[in-house]
């Protein structure tokens, strides 16, 4: 393998085999984690050689998730903190404004790098994923990302997707999007360090990448969650191993170390839940990380000194915190929330003579990717011509609402648009066998919101193909499946128990399914089983139920183990084509539906 050469400040294309040996087989990344630490360079950035230190402005984000128009209704605001103790909403987000905060941010920073936490691709609106998120990646090249780790979603579609990402080439089954276009891949490396191949236990993708200016070197490792299988399906993991990522991250920070790089940022796709849900909260009030909880503090706790600081996503919060290493010493660990809404700015002062970064000089602050200052020509530019390829789908009108419904926007465990994606599951799963008795959806399928104000000239509570493919993008099928009441009752007590206790993931109801969750209680104790009712009569431990679920779930995704153990499978429709059905089927100009009231879950606090 060509190993990777410096980059001049035109920055050339990093082709595809110099950065990442994958695609069936991954045979050769050997070869290229032998030879990229000694090559691997980004000059881009332009400075003159100072005293024995120098600032390095590391710009960064995470959870894009191919949202290049500005995300909709309450996914794409931000809360801010005011000075007098009032908060706001602000609109933020758009790949046009992001690149414009980008661009701005780096004036007069000669030294400047930017980077992101995975979730880049993956669950994406229908302008970028009906183009298995060509479109992002083309953009993420023009906003001059350098380098990011992979997360969860980038498996979405299996590794050899994940590949063509990075090194280009048109989809094998769907072709070229443009005539006479051929899709040239990431200009930036996607690093995975803990992504094995089951059967060679090489790395799939490049395990880290430094980045060199004017004797400034600084290394980045990039790592996903280990648990990426439980909450991918199994197809885009299928022959791989994910690996701990304390002890991945680790392991290339003695690499790096022994090469002489000194100063190492990790990329991390997992993170945190700050006791405030404004990007400006201070999670370091009263004490260094006292704002911050969840699997980033175990993490961070854990991860080498070596490394100076944590850019993490995938909770998709906001938060800039210093979390102690193992030695004690404060250490910085940021999240820039996701779709594009926020960037953080960290300065990394390095010192030339120790080659590390200087921790106790290290600032970090988020910023709002605000709507009022100018889009990028460019940006505008690029989403309109994919737009134009797009519109004959996207513009479809499907149903109609009467006000917004809130899904991932909704900021409650039980979500209205939730619950009518199960309520279409069901009448879906009714078609093919009408003794369903029930669906369950996977609040993390909810990707965006429904909302009331038309996004186009469609009109308002216009329900368009391309709306609804932003709610629903996974194309998983509806499964059907017979489950004992036991195992109904095991799958909502696992809800908020093993692996989902630290942060449950609540599944939403079809309509007759209800049920008391006692959040004043630890582990399964907090589902009040007596309280489980179908249609007002408790469930039986002993009867049969057919359940309907999407495929990602009947595979016992998300921790959700009893609802892979069903019987008599059926496979249906693709969820958006049932949701999509669902709202035609029941709504019209003027009997538009309105949205549920998400009752059907009682939350004792």
Not at 100 to 108: I, N, P
Not at 293 to 318: C, R
């Amino acid at each position: 393998m060509t190993p990777l050469t410096p980059l001049t400040p035109h920055r050339p294309r990093r082709r595809a085999s110099r950065i990442l040996a994958a695609a069936a087989g991954f045979a050769t990344v050997g070869a290229l984690v032998a030879a990229l630490p000694a090559n691997a360079t980004q000059d881009r950035h332009h400075g003159g050689k100072g005293g024995r230190t120098v600032d390095v402005q590391l710009l960064s984000f995470n959870d894009f998730h191919g949202n290049l128009e500005p995300p909709a209704g309450s996914s794409g605001q931000v809360t801010e903190n005011l000075p007098d103790g009032t908060t706001r909403k602000v609109d933020a987000g758009g790949v046009e404004y992001l690149a414009t905060s980008l661009r701005t941010a780096r004036k007069s920073h000669p030294y400047s790098v930017t980077a992101a936490a995975g979730d880049l691709i993956g669950a994406s609106p229908l302008l970028s994923g009906l183009f298995h998120d060509e479109p992002t990646v083309e953009a993420m090249n023009k906003l001059d990302l350098d380098v990011t780790s992979v997360g969860n979603h980038e498996f979405d579609e299996g590794a050899t997707e994940l590949a063509r990402m990075q090194n280009g080439g048109c989809h094998p089954k769907d072709g070229c999007f443009e005539d006479g276009k051929k899709f040239e891949g990431a200009d930036y490396p996607y690093l995975a360090a803990n992504v094995t191949n089951e059967k060679t236990g090489k790395p799939i993708l490049a395990p880290y990448w430094v980045w060199k200016h004017n004797g400034v070197k600084i290394g980045f490792i990039g790592v996903t969650l280990e648990g990426t299988p439980d909450i991918v399906s199994a197809d885009g993991v299928k022959g791989l191993k994910f690996h701990d990522e304390i002890e991945t991250v680790n392991k290339y920070a003695k690499i790096l170390d022994k090469q002489g790089v000194k100063s190492i940022v990790t990329l991390i796709h997992e993170g945190g839940v700050p006791a405030s849900g404004s990007y400006n909260y201070d999670c370091d009030s009263p004490s260094g990380g006292a704002g911050i909880s969840g699997p980033i503090v175990d993490i961070a706790k854990g991860i080498s000194p070596k490394v100076d600081a944590l850019v993490t996503g995938h909770t998709h919060n906001a938060y800039v915190c210093t979390i102690p290493d193992p030695s004690g010493k404060p250490r910085m660990v940021t999240s820039a929330s996701s779709y594009g809404k926020l960037y953080t700015d960290t300065t990394l002062t390095y010192d030339r003579r120790t080659k590390d970064i200087v921790r106790t000089s290290v600032k970090s602050a988020n910023h709002v990717v605000s709507r009022t200052q100018d889009k990028a020509p460019d940006m505008t530019a690029l989403i309109g011509r994919w737009n134009k390829l797009a519109a004959p789908v996207a513009n479809q009108p499907v149903g109609y609402i009467s006000a917004d419904i809130p899904g991932r926007g909704a900021g409650t465990p039980e979500e209205p648009l939730g619950d009518l994606i199960a309520d279409a599951q069901l009448a879906h799963a009714k078609t093919l066998d009408p003794k369903t008795s029930l669906a369950l959806m996977n609040p993390g399928g909810v990707r965006s919101d429904l909302v009331y104000k038309a996004s186009g000239s469609e009109g308002d509570g216009v329900v368009t193909y391309g709306e609804g493919f932003t709610v629903q993008p996974f194309s998983n099928t509806v499964n059907l499946a017979d489950l004992t009441g036991a195992q109904v009752i095991t799958a909502l007590q696992q809800q908020v128990s093993g692996s989902n206790e630290a942060s449950p993931k609540i599944l939403q109801p079809s309509a007759g399914l209800t049920y008391t969750l006692d959040m004043t209680k630890t582990g399964a104790a907090r589902v009040v089983v007596d309280s489980i009712k179908l249609n007002g009569t408790a469930i039986d431990p002993a009867a049969t139920y057919r359940v309907a679920m999407n495929s990602f779930l009947a595979g016992g995704g998300d921790g959700f183990a009893a609802l892979g153990q069903g019987k008599n499978p059926l496979v249906g429709s693709d969820d958006l084509k049932a949701f999509n059905d669902y709202l035609t089927a029941n709504s019209s100009a003027t009997s538009p539906i309105a949205p549920p009231k998400a009752d059907r879950i009682t939350i004792v606090k």
